[in-house]
């Protein structure tokens, strides 16, 4: 009989892995502590690359479903500075190869397409102990438990699989973002509209830095990004005091209260040594701070991991072997990557945020 792979978390890694073990008739269980697929916005707009995400989505069998999700328009960009001027203004002409889709609807595009019952909603996992011989206990805080022989951690940043594998601990990288919404902008907020464009912008300055996706329905979303102490949590409006009155409307006119997240990485080329019938994918296994890459990472991480779940159905640890051999060196590669932090936040912004977009088309 199939052993059933137990998945803690449904984001979209712990989703592509359910889906594309289901496309090989391998049954999972995905055990997810929010109540419900509406209990909260499920984040922004994600380019999903043609390296990773793609064939994550073409694995699961979704690539048309995926298709017809996607903004048209919403790879165009512009770089403004503290003033509205634009410093560079680039539009979608329709060759663009990582097209954009909102998160929440990429998630629901996976969830329907698993059995009935996939998904355990209101199921937070507390803690994982150890059975011996690759068996694991999962606790929920409703003081439940369930038994696994073969356990992944798809659970974000603070997952609690990971202590089975790994002792390193997320620390905070110097930024702080506060989010913030303008709905149906277009008609409501004309001057911050205009200043955004049809998909994203950015106003970046030393130590500071607006970011903005133009989702559907006409809602602006915006990422104030700040060089700040862990501790802080002070007034973003007063932090960008003097910008252009279009750009500081994204936030003091903001439809919803402004949430604070702060940003945390894992040790760049975090990696564990083989613990029996356990892994880990997506920020689970390597946190990084925001670079476009997270979430198609966490998918690739998903689907790869279904595959050589399938191509070794007798050898759960041959698989896990295999899955993390690729994964290791890919996640390293990314967090050795430029940090887009030291660019749009560093001395020379936003200059230096011109030059990254025009040296990459150049290359």
């Known amino acids: 009989m199939q052993r059933t792979t137990t998945i803690i978390g449904a984001g979209l890694g712990g989703l592509v892995l359910a889906r594309v073990l289901h496309v090989h ?14 209990a909260r916005r499920q984040g922004g707009m994600l380019d999903i690359h043609p390296w990773n995400g793609q064939p994550a989505l073409d694995a699961a069998g979704l690539t ?9 328009g919403r790879e165009s960009y512009r770089v403004l500075d503290r003033t509205g001027t634009v410093l560079l203004d680039r539009p979608d002409d329709g060759t663009g190869e990582r ?60 997952s609690r699989v990971r202590p089975l594998v790994s002792d390193a601990i997320p620390s905070y990288v110097g930024v702080s973002v506060v989010e913030t919404f303008l709905f149906d902008a277009d008609t409501r907020h004309p001057a911050a509209a205009k200043a955004v464009g049809a998909g994203s912008m950015f106003a970046p300055a030393p130590g500071k830095a607006i970011l903005v996706h133009r989702e559907s329905g006409g809602t602006l979303h915006t990422y ?21 009155p279009e750009l500081t409307a994204l936030l003091t006119d903001s439809d919803v209260p402004p949430v604070l997240r702060r940003l945390f990485t894992l040790p760049a080329g ?35 991991l279904a595959q050589a779940i399938a191509a070794h159905p007798e050898d759960a640890e041959k698989a896990l072997a295999e899955y993390e051999k690729a994964m290791f060196p890919r996640a390293a590669a990314e967090a050795g990557e430029e940090d887009i932090y030291d660019v749009m936040l560093g001395a020379d912004a936003p200059h230096s945020m011109v030059a990254m977009f025009t040296g990459a088309e150049a290359s």
Do not use: C
Request: hydrophobic content about 40%; aromatic content about 6%.
């Open 224 to 244: 104030a990004q700040l060089r700040k102490p862990e501790d802080w949590a002070g007034d973003v409006a007063g932090e960008f005091d003097g910008w252009a």
């Open 99 to 158: 097209p954009e889709v909102q998160r929440g609807e990429l998630r629901q595009l996976l969830l329907d397409s698993l059995p009935p019952g996939t998904v355990h909603w209101g199921r937070k996992a507390t803690g994982v102990r150890a059975l011996g011989e690759g068996r694991h206990e999962v606790s929920f805080a409703d003081g439940t438990t369930v038994v696994s022989s073969l356990l992944v951690g798809a659970d974000g940043a603070w």
């Open 64 to 72: 048309d479903g995926f298709r017809e999700l996607v903004l048209a």
């Open 270 to 304: 975090h990696r564990w040594d083989r613990v029996p019938g356990v892994t880990l994918i997506g920020d689970a296994a390597h946190l990084m701070p925001p670079n476009g890459e997270g979430a198609n990472l966490a998918m690739l991480d998903g689907a790869e």
């Open 25 to 38: 008739g391998i049954p999972a269980t995905v055990y997810e502590a929010e109540a419900s697929p509406a």
